[in-house]
């Protein structure tokens, strides 16, 4: 299928480029390059572009023959939402929009969309389902909330199909170390305790060790990318005419900050430092997915269920890529 990725040159759409490529589909990026890495992707896969242009948007999608969107580009900081939400409304909420209708203009019928655990807030009962209560408590989550009811409202006026994936937190890099998480702030628990290892961060803060789980440090569900991957691959090829669907993705394994940390030092091979700090206002003790639905509908079931085989996966393109893919000239 020919599917034009928003946010392609990013993390988790590079990752899902890359597989939809080896999988017999016929992906593109479309990326503005804020935050992704050109070299993530083959260079003739990337067309560089701002999807508030609506008009470029809708010109890339019928220059490649789009069939499917895959919605990845986003803003998705939480703290720099909350001291700058005018920029999170307009990329996330605004950007969404624009996609919307770039596809409307093109006559692309699908789209698979990247939400995220953030739209359930912290008083959600675990295991999260399609079903727990959505209640976001920054505006991040609030703004992808807001996207994922607009592309239900768009798909319901306009015949659109879709699907949402509301992810846990996305982990790993490809498994030959060949490519993997480079940001220009990296703010995800298992690369900055890599960095630490490698020398380049002093200590890892490990923010709280009095909450109510099972050694007092806040559990995540981590979820590795090529199971991403795979999910987005499956539900882009499910998508019928006007069908709609919604998927909690994650791998249904919670993992402690403590032992995320144990990981990284079975890994590397040495002790990591690191600083007990307070608790960080906003946090929920323990996020973890049931994805029996995507499991039973979809046929989707995660390979990278132990917290140890991510982390290795990690640590394989850290420590071969200490400069990640380079200088970021475009940045801005
Ligand atoms: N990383 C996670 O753990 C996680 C968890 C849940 C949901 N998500 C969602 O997954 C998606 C991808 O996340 P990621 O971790 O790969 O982030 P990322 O920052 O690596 O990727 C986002 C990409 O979007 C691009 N982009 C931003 N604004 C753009 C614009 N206006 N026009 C065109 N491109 C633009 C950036 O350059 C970047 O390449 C996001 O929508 C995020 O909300 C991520």
Redesign the pocket.
Known sequence: MKIVL????????SACLRWLLDHGHDPIA???????NPPSVPADRLVV????DTEAMAEALRRHRAEAVMH?????IVPDSVKDPDNYYR?NVL?TKSVLDAMRRANVPRIVF?????TYGTRAEMPLTEQSPQAPEHPYGTT?LAAERMIQDYASAYGLGYAILR?????GADPDGSHGED?RHET?LIPLTLQVAAGRRPRLLIYGDDWPTRDGTCVRDYIHTADLADAHQKAVEAIGPGDGRVYVLGSGHGATVLEVVTACEEVVGRPIPVERTGRRPGDPPTLIADPSKIASELGWSPRYTDIRAIVETAWRWLSTHPEGYGPKPGRH
């Open positions: 928003t946010g392609g040159a990013g993390y988790i759409g479309f990326d503005d390059l804020s935050e992704g572009g701002d999807i508030l990845f580009a986003a803003l998705a990329v950007g990247s939400s995220t655990c953030a992808k992810y846990f937190n996305a982990a940001r995800h």
